[in-house]
T-cell receptor
Framework: NAGVTQTPKFQVLKTGQSMTLQCAQD?????MYWYRQDPGMGLRLIYYSASEGTTDKGEVPNGYNVSRLNKREFSLRLESAAPSQTSVYFC?????????????FGPGTRLTVL | QKEVEQNSGPLSVPEGAIASLNCTYSDRVSQSFFWYRQYSGKSPELIMS????GDKEDGRFTAQLNKASQYVSLLIRDSQPSDSATYLCAVNNLYGNNRLAFGKGNQVVVIP
C-alpha cells in the first residue's frame, strides 16, 4: 500500500497563477485533510472532508478551494496564487470514529509563489 | 490560551539518555492524543496514540496521559541520533468535528 500520495512534490508559481494539488489515499479512510506548514506557525488546517461528498473550512481557508472527487481523492486548488501561500502543503487521511482520529500524512508539496 | 502548547526551544540530550517532552491542552473534552515525529524536510509520522489515563509503552517510546491535569508527555528512552527530529503533539476532541489541534513542536537533538 502506498498510503497517502501527493503530486507534485515541488512547484514554483508566479503571483496570480493557478494550480491544483492532488492527494490520494489507498487506506479506505473516510476523512481527508489539507494542512499547510510554515516556520514558527506549526501545522494549520486549510480544509477537510469528513466523508465523501462533504467539505468544511479549517483554520486558514481563504484563497483555497477543495474537491473531494471520490473516497480516495481530495484536491486543493489555488485560484490566484499569492506569495503568502508559499508553504509546504500536506494532505492527510484518517478513519474517524469513537473519538479516534489517527491521521496519516502524505510526503508534502513544497510550493513557492514568486 | 492556545489549544495545544509544547515547550519552546530545542532539547539536547546525550546519546543513551532519556528525552522528555511535555504537552498541555486546553479543551477538557479531548479524547485522543497523538505524538508525531517529523524529520527535517519530511512529513509528520505517527509514533504514538494514547486514549486513556496512564502510560503506554511502545519500544523505546512511552506516552503518559493525565486528563485531570490536561497534559500528555512523551519519553524517549536510550535516545539515538536517529531520534533527532521535531516531535509534534496533537489532540482530538469529539466536539471539534474530529479535527486535530497540533502543537508547534519540540526539536530534539541527540548528541553522539
Amino acid at each position: 500500500n502506498a498510503g497517502v500520495t501527493q503530486t507534485p512534490k515541488f512547484q514554483v508559481l508566479k503571483t496570480g497563477q493557478s494550480m491544483t494539488l492532488q492527494c490520494a489515499q489507498d487506506m479506505n479512510h473516510n476523512s481527508m485533510y489539507w494542512y499547510r506548514q510554515d516556520p514558527g506557525m506549526g501545522l494549520r488546517l486549510i480544509y477537510y472532508s469528513a466523508s465523501e461528498g462533504t467539505t468544511d473550512k479549517g483554520e486558514v481557508p481563504n484563497g483555497y478551494n477543495v474537491s473531494r472527487l471520490n473516497k480516495r481523492e481530495f484536491s486543493l486548488r489555488l485560484e490566484s496564487a499569492a506569495p503568502s501561500q508559499t508553504s509546504v502543503y500536506f494532505c492527510a487521511s484518517s478513519e474517524t470514529g469513537m473519538g479516534r482520529n489517527e491521521q496519516f500524512f502524505g510526503p508534502g508539496t513544497r510550493l513557492t509563489v514568486l | 490560551q492556545k489549544e495545544v502548547e509544547q515547550n519552546s526551544g530545542p532539547l539536547s540530550v546525550p546519546e543513551g539518555a532519556i528525552a522528555s517532552l511535555n504537552c498541555t491542552y486546553s479543551d477538557r473534552v479531548s479524547q485522543s492524543f497523538f505524538w508525531y515525529r517529523q524529520y527535517s524536510g519530511k512529513s509528520p509520522e505517527l509514533i504514538m496514540s494514547i486514549y486513556s489515563n496512564g502510560d503506554k509503552e511502545d519500544g523505546r517510546f512511552t506516552a503518559q496521559l493525565n486528563k485531570a491535569s490536561q497534559y500528555v508527555s512523551l519519553l524517549i528512552r536510550d535516545s539515538q541520533p536517529s531520534d533527532s527530529a521535531t516531535y509534534l503533539c496533537a489532540v482530538n476532541n469529539l466536539y471539534g468535528n474530529n479535527r486535530l489541534a497540533f502543537g508547534k513542536g519540540n526539536q530534539v537533538v541527540v548528541i553522539p
